[in-house]
């Protein structure tokens, strides 16, 4: 779906103008805000988009999966559904999917 890249309207038909009046075109490349809107599974050569972020504890040997979060951050990686499911783990560390309701 095409959106204004002044707003956060969608953008009807072809002119790429969305209610507010900024034509599309006016950006060369989208801004930063567009691109973290649309992020990607960091495996190489995966172009699926990111569902889930895996985070790893090395304090701890954990590594957990959360669906994804809000903000990058240098020891965490984003993956689509198909790799979430399919994380390894170094031997005698544990990988903890948070993602399933936690009964409370
Ligand atoms: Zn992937």
């Not at 034509?23 to 889930?52: D, H, I, K, N, W």
């Not at 198909?82 to 903890?96: D, E, S």
């Amino acid at each position: 779906m095409l959106q204004c890249y002044g707003c956060a309207s969608s953008v009807g038909g072809r002119g790429g103008r969305c209610s507010h009046g900024t034509p599309a075109s006016t950006y060369g490349v989208a801004p930063v805000a567009s691109v973290l809107r649309m992020r990607q599974c960091s495996r190489p050569a995966c172009a699926e988009p990111a569902e889930a972020t895996l985070t790893y504890h090395y304090a701890s040997g954990t590594a957990w999966i959360d669906g994804l979060s809000g903000e990058r951050e240098p020891h965490r990686y984003d993956l689509c559904s198909g790799h979430a499911a399919r994380v390894r783990v170094p031997h005698g560390w544990t990988l903890v999917d948070r993602r399933s309701p936690v009964a409370a």
